[in-house]
């Protein structure tokens, strides 16, 4: 199969909000008030966790399929710790994004211990979003004049 290709644009309504379309949808990312923000939408962070939990859903749906078994519901919670000094320009000697992600699974599914651990281990292996979290991607950032 050739390889597909996704995309977003869009432009900033404020310093901490962005309204991005993504086919025929709008998706507003905003800081919350205590961050200096107008809270219209989740913040770059809280998306980023929220579209893994996406993706994590997507295939784990997928893989029970072909594993033969029914998933009748994924709960997925997911959490990240990052520390904001960098982001803010306090402090430079912690990395800006993540120190760790943690997710919680509960799959409601009649299946056994041992299958259940196979569908994780494929379900990470062709999650495209663990694979970015897991992994280098390499990015190129274009800078066009006015």
Known sequence: MADLNFSIKGASENPTKFVAEARSFKIVIDEPQ??????HGANPVEYLLAS????????GHLIADELGFKLDKLEIEVNGNLNPDR????SFT???GFKNIQVMLKPYAEVTP??????????KNRCP???NL????????EVLKN
């Not at 205590?34 to 809270?39: D, I, Q, S």
């Not at 897991?134 to 950032?141: A, D, G, H, K, Y």
């Open 34 to 39: 205590t961050l200096g923000g107008t809270n």
């Open 52 to 59: 893994y939990a996406g993706c994590l859903n997507v295939m």
């Open 87 to 90: 982001l803010f320009g306090k």
């Open 94 to 96: 912690e990395r800006a």
């Open 114 to 123: 041992e299958l259940l651990k196979s569908w994780i281990k494929i379900v």
């Open 129 to 131: 979003i663990n694979d």
């Open 134 to 141: 897991q992994n280098l991607t390499s990015i190129e950032i």
